[in-house]
């Protein structure tokens, strides 16, 4: 059975950084891109950041770039997420995803396995 588990939210202060950790029970976890999506209470799910299977091809949603930078350490079967400048507005649940897509997919429908979420709040 696939198990995403997503660790390391918390209350942290504007400006602040947290790191997400998201280990994965797939026995093939190089060959699966890897996404990072977040929702506000009230709000869709969007899109933060997605790497390759390799992690070459990256992608990052515009309202995080220069400030998020998500990894992945294939070795442990874990996928990373570095969050810097944390802005209140970045206040979430996030969650990790896993797909067989050959590249980075930003839409939520492309990913077949998602983990529970842990929620980062950010305090002005």
């Known amino acids: 059975q696939v198990q995403l588990v997503e660790s390391g939210g918390g209350l942290v202060q504007a400006g602040g950084s947290l790191r997400l950790s998201c280990a994965a029970s797939?026995?093939?976890?190089?060959?699966?891109?890897m996404g990072w999506f977040r929702q506000a209470p009230g709000k869709e799910r969007e899109f933060v950041a997605a790497?390759?299977?390799?992690?070459?091809?990256?992608s990052y949603a515009d309202s995080v770039k220069g400030r998020f930078t998500i990894s992945r350490d294939n070795a442990k079967n874990t996928v990373y997420l570095q969050m810097n400048s944390l802005k209140p507005e970045d206040t979430a649940a996030y969650y990790c995803?896993?797909?067989?897509?050959?590249?980075?997919?930003?839409?939520?429908?492309?990913?077949?396995?998602w983990g529970q979420g842990t929620m980062v709040t950010v305090s002005s």
């Open positions: 995803a896993a797909t067989l897509a050959l590249m980075v997919p930003t839409t939520t429908t492309r990913y077949s396995y």
């Open positions: 797939l026995r093939t976890f190089s060959t699966y891109a």
């Open positions: 790497i390759s299977r390799s992690g070459g091809p990256i």
